[in-house]
């Protein structure tokens, strides 16, 4: 059951809904202090998944006493039309931009299925899938000899957001990004390989608040020496100092999203 003074969000497609629910949340986080309760309903690809989808929204509002709120990308107009036209605030990505991008353009669109996650492209899926897989391959500096392929390297210390950074250059811009965790043994030396700095021109440097890092670190293991905040502020400060004397780019996990220090990330090379 909905809670008193929230309202229902639905993210709706024929396929994956990842362009549905990310344009919705867009949206969504202009209002700011609102409870919305979202419902991911995707690959909603025949009539009859449509009007059982249909009748849920009808039922729900009628329990609710307002309509849901419903983002849609469904490249099937017959199935478009009744989602259109049930009980619901419908907003779909191609009705409202489609037809002054076909005037623009002097165009015809295809409203294929799954075009934009490469489904029908696979050239540009398998692409992604292989700068999946080198971003896994070449996580906390497992493959130092193979930052040569990298189109960015991430380094900082343990727990700084580096891994979920690559992941998402690496899904969403098609980018072979690898990382180095900063080690007890570069923090005695002073300095990190010479492996990472043949490439400083590709290196980002992150860092993050050492209360933040503290409280990551604690949940991933609990009431170690690893979690303290005395450590995370000697680490934190420490890696700065390397930072700065190497002249990388910094960039800052504890005020950014990951999906921001992407953003950023590739802003600064392309």
Avoid: W
Wanted: aromatic content about 10%; glycine content about 6%; some cysteine.
């Amino acid at each position: 059951m909905t809670d008193a003074g929230s309202r229902s969000v639905y993210f709706v497609s024929e396929s994956t809904g990842i362009t549905a629910e990310a344009y919705g949340h867009s949206l969504l986080s202009q209002f700011g202090d609102a409870r919305f309760i979202t419902r991911y309903t995707p690959f909603i690809n025949t009539r009859e998944k449509a009007q059982a989808l249909a009748n849920e929204f009808a039922h729900r509002a009628e329990a609710e006493g307002r309509k849901p709120i419903v983002f849609a990308t469904m490249a099937d107009e017959e199935i478009n039309a009744l989602l259109k036209h049930s009980d619901c605030h419908y907003f779909e990505l191609f009705d409202r931009f489609m037809p002054d991008l076909i005037e623009a353009t002097g165009l015809q669109a295809t409203r294929k299925s799954g075009v934009s996650h490469g489904l029908l492209n696979p050239d540009n899926y398998e692409a992604r899938i292989e700068t999946i897989n080198y971003a896994l391959n070449n996580d906390d500096g497992m493959r130092l000899n193979k930052f040569d392929q990298a189109d960015v390297i991430l380094v900082g210390v343990s727990r700084s957001g580096k891994t979920p950074t690559c992941l998402y250059l690496a899904l969403h811009f098609g980018m072979r990004a690898a990382n180095y965790p900063i080690t007890e043994e570069d923090f005695e030396k002073g300095e990190l390989p010479e492996e990472l700095l043949k490439h400083t021109g590709k290196v980002f440097a992150l860092t993050i608040d050492p209360e933040r890092l503290a409280a990551i670190r604690e949940l991933r293991r609990p009431n170690s020496d690893y979690a303290t905040l005395r450590r995370c502020y000697k680490e934190v400060q420490m890696a700065e100092d390397m930072f700065h004397r190497y002249g990388m780019t910094v960039l800052d996990a504890t005020t950014h999203s990951i999906e921001e220090l992407a953003s950023l990330i590739k802003k600064s090379l392309y």
